[in-house]
Each structure stands twice: as structure tokens, then as C-alpha cells.
């Protein structure tokens, strides 16, 4: 019940105001709430980060062409 409230809130934020970029890793044999195993959700986050590292530069590219604000 607790992973449908948050997954439609965050569809609603989504929504709301889309990010440039969505990194957003397959956590599916994740359980919502287990917090025994970070390692997991940590190594699952950073094969998804890798994976979005041409996009990530591609951005990163294109704000610095056209002088928006950045995270960095």
C-alpha cells in the first residue's frame, strides 16, 4: 500500500515538473521499505548512473552551450 502512495506521488511530481534527466535504476528485487541491504540499492544506482553517463554529458554539453544553471 505504502509503494502505491509513493509511486503515484512521485508520478504526480514527475508530472509536474519533468526533470532533464531521469535516472532511474530497475530496483524491482528491491523490497520499498528493506533497508537491511544498501549496498544493493547503491550498486543497482550507480550501474544506472553509467549507463546514463552519454546523456549525462550530452546535458552537460548543452547547458554549457547555451548558459544555464547547473547542479555541479
Known amino acids: ?23 532511474q535504476p530497475d530496483v524491482g528485487p528491491l ?9 544493493a540499492g547503491y550498486a543497482l544506482g550507480a550501474t544506472a ?4 553517463m552519454g546523456k549525462l554529458c550530452e546535458l552537460r554539453t548543452w547547458r554549457n552551450a547555451h548558459g544555464t544553471a547547473s547542479a555541479d
Open 49 to 52: 548512473a553509467r549507463a546514463a
Open 31 to 39: 523490497p520499498t521499505l528493506d533497508m537491511t541491504n544498501p549496498e
Open 1 to 23: 500500500a505504502i509503494a502505491l502512495l509513493i509511486a503515484q506521488a512521485t508520478a504526480s511530481r514527475l508530472a509536474q515538473c519533468p526533470p532533464d534527466l531521469l535516472i
